[in-house]
């Protein structure tokens, strides 16, 4: 996966996230199936936001880019702010 590759998936992800608040909104989403699926898009953005980090530290070191590992969702949601 390229960094192109990761930052397509981050804009994908928005966009649906925007479009589950635009339902959520209007509406046409139960509360409780919207909270859960936007738990889902926060961890995946995360993971996506946390590769694209690793790719580019490996970047900035010198190492292989690819080798970055896409973290598991415990991991990424146990970061601290």
């Known amino acids: 996966m390229t960094e192109q590759d990761i930052l397509t998936r981050i804009k994908n992800l928005v966009d649906r996230e925007h ?16 909270r859960q699926q936007l738990a889902e898009l ?9 590769l694209l980090r690793q790719r580019r530290a490996r970047k ?5 880019e690819d080798d970055a590992q896409v973290s598991s969702p415990r991991q990424v949601e146990g970061y601290l702010q």
């Not at 926060?42 to 946390?50: G, I, N, S």
Request: glycine share 6%; proline share 3%.
């Open 19 to 34: 479009d589950l608040r635009s339902k959520a909104t209007a509406g046409a989403l139960d509360p409780v199936a919207e």
């Open 42 to 50: 926060e961890v995946a953005l995360d993971q996506c936001w946390d």
């Open 60 to 64: 900035d070191s010198g190492a292989a």
